[in-house]
């Protein structure tokens, strides 16, 4: 079992910057590719940033390519997003994910069901 502990959401204006962490916790960390996941109100969850298993390799969706940063520290079994040049449309509960299976460049194409573990989200809303 892999516990995920995300922290960091909060309310903010548009311009602003966030950084998110999330915490694991049950498993050799480095055994699984992380992930940010976002759902806004009346959505679907979707894919936001993805890191490889030793942190060289980063994706992201093109909504926030430029504006975010993923990032892991295999020390601290913490996985970040750095977030900046918040948008009203970032508004969303964020979740970190971690999957065993994939790779990073693929995690965006897997489905809720196929993620092994997430963690229970938090909250970010941005003003305008």
């Known amino acids: 079992q892999v516990q995920l502990v995300e922290s960091g959401g909060g309310l903010v204006q548009a311009g602003d910057s966030l950084r998110l962490s999330c915490a694991a916790s049950?498993?050799?960390?480095?055994?699984?590719?992380m992930g940010w996941f976002r759902q806004a109100p009346g959505k679907e969850r979707e894919f936001v940033a993805a890191?490889?298993?030793?942190?060289?390799?980063?994706y992201y969706a093109e909504s926030v390519k430029g504006r975010f940063t993923i990032s892991r520290d295999n020390v601290k079994n913490t996985v970040y997003l750095q977030m900046n040049s918040l948008k009203p449309e970032d508004t969303a509960v964020y979740y970190c994910?971690?999957?065993?299976?994939?790779?990073?460049?693929?995690?965006?194409?897997?489905?809720?069901?196929?993620?092994?573990?997430w963690g229970r989200g938090t909250l970010v809303t941005v003003s305008s």
């Open positions: 890191v490889s298993r030793t942190g060289g390799s980063t």
């Open positions: 049950g498993r050799t960390f480095t055994s699984y590719v």
């Open positions: 994910a971690a999957d065993f299976k994939t790779t990073a460049q693929a995690m965006g194409a897997r489905r809720d069901y196929e993620i092994d573990y």
